[in-house]
């Protein structure tokens, strides 16, 4: 057994072993140090997720990725995980049946988001738009390819102009 594997087992092995293959709510957020590693350890077990709390952890868009193998994930948190940037979307657009994905204080651009495709179930997106300028343009374009989608920007309800 490497370093590593005796690291985890002895650190979230109980936590695994107690893991059920279903969560109505699924909150990791006490664990701020786990990684993706950690991530993958502990969700072997777990095959649906209806609201998953992955705020302010170290995760990485691995941990994304690894998402892509549940049956589904309805809402999703990542707020201030840090180490979530473009190179997510490919896999959170695998993940059809989202409803609620709040990712403020990623690495996430308003340009990646622009990348999110066929998440026909989304209802409410929240993000930081840090760009200098004006995102009127870029807001419009992601209301067509998420039209029934509400967003909340910087922490503010994003109102369009008729």
Not at 103 to 110: A, E, S, V
Not at 129 to 134: F, L, R, V
Request: overall charge negative.
């Amino acid at each position: 057994m490497k370093k590593r594997d005796k690291e985890l087992k002895r650190r979230y092995g109980k936590l695994a072993e107690g893991m059920e293959p279903y969560y109505h709510h699924l909150d990791l957020r006490p664990l701020s140090e786990m990684d993706d590693e950690a991530f993958a350890f502990i969700m072997e077990k777990v095959k649906g997720v209806n609201m998953l709390d992955l705020n302010e952890t170290q995760i990485s868009n691995e941990s994304i990725n690894y998402l892509t193998r549940l049956e589904y994930v309805n809402e999703l948190r990542a707020r201030g995980c840090h180490n979530l940037n473009d190179g997510c979307i490919p896999y959170l657009n695998k993940l059809r049946s989202l409803t609620f994905l709040h990712l403020k204080y990623t690495g996430i651009t308003i340009s990646g988001l622009l990348q999110l495709t066929g998440l026909t179930n989304l209802k409410e997106l929240m993000f930081s738009a840090d760009e200098e300028g004006d995102i009127t343009e870029q807001m419009l374009q992601l209301k067509q390819q998420l039209p029934g989608c509400a967003f909340v920007v910087n922490a503010k309800p994003w109102i369009f102009e008729d």
